[in-house]
């Protein structure tokens, strides 16, 4: 779908609820994704304030060239992390992927979020930082109806990815470096567990009655994956993608990076605890049990 039908769609769903798309004053953006930001250009460009977390804002500003700077990252780091080379130019060069076009957005509308804002209808809705699917990602929430509105922090049928993120600091634009989302991510997970959640109301799909059992969801996925990762490791040291490739033997190779970002995000956790120790061989990281 093309941002143009996606503008349509959202017009269409705000009239039937009675909103103009003149009468909004603000939209606030939980993350840096072309599915959820791809249309901030649109709204500024009415002069709408684009809320976004300081950590997201370049993404924003720069569209496009925020995505294609952070594939290139990613091609070179997944073959550091042991992707075969030939795939990593198959999946890289793919037409389909390109010819997204995310506008940027005007940096002159672009503000991040307060830290609560007054609902019309006298609620307060709570804007929590909330790193890890991204690395500026927020959630909201409202504390008189437990209702949680998740973006991509936590969604009905799948776990989120915590994805591959580069960063630099705004001075030194040429200076990136990969963000270690998973830490983060689970950390945020933990800290939203104890709010008095009723209802997730996430970026994708329908909305969640039993927040709890999602909650018990993520956690029990990656204590298994993690589980998984350190048998592997204790048999024998690999890179990433060996590891990808022993823990789904019967998957494609060219399928198995979303696998292998899931497990690079584990290992940050394991570097973190001390459990692992990373090594450089023939330019391919090799991650080895300490236990
Ligand atoms: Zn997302």
Redesign the pocket.
């Given at each position: 779908m093309d941002e143009l039908n996606s503008w349509h769609l959202l017009s269409t769903a705000l009239e039937n609820l009675n909103i103009k798309p003149s009468e909004v004053e603000k939209v606030l953006i939980t993350?840096a994704?072309i599915?959820?930001a791809g249309l901030a250009y649109k709204w500024a460009s009415q002069g709408v304030t684009i809320l976004v977390n300081k950590k997201d804002i370049p993404a924003v500003e720069l569209g496009s060239e925020h995505l294609i700077l952070q594939k290139k990252l990613q091609r070179i780091d997944i073959i550091r992390y042991g992707f075969p080379e030939y795939l990593a130019a198959d999946i890289f060069n793919n037409k389909k992927q390109s010819q997204l076009s995310w506008y940027s957005c005007a940096p002159e509308n672009i503000e991040p979020p307060k830290k609560t804002y007054n609902l019309i209808n006298g609620h307060n809705l709570k804007v929590l930082e909330a790193p890890g699917?991204t690395p500026g990602n927020l959630v909201c929430f409202i504390p008189q109806t437990g209702e949680l509105f998740s973006g991509?922090t936590l969604l009905p049928t799948t776990i989120p990815t915590p994805g591959m993120h580069y960063i630099s600091s705004q001075k030194m634009k040429e200076n990136y470096k990969r963000w270690p989302s998973l830490p983060d991510f689970i950390d945020t997970v933990k800290s939203l567990q104890k709010l008095k959640v009723r209802y997730i109301l996430p970026g994708h799909g329908t909305i969640v009655d039993d927040p709890q059992k999602l909650f018990k969801r993520f956690n029990t996925h990656h204590q298994i994956r993690a589980k998984r990762i350190r048998n592997l490791l204790a048999e024998h040291a690999d890179t990433p993608f060996g590891l990808a490739k022993r823990q789904y033997p019967k998957i494609p190779e060219k399928r198995l990076i979303q696998a292998m970002i899931e497990i690079i995000g584990h290992l940050d956790m394991f570097l973190i605890s001390k459990d692992v120790e990373v090594s450089e061989e023939n330019n391919k990281l090799i991650y080895t049990s300490t236990k």
């Open positions: 993350h994704h599915d959820h699917h991509d």
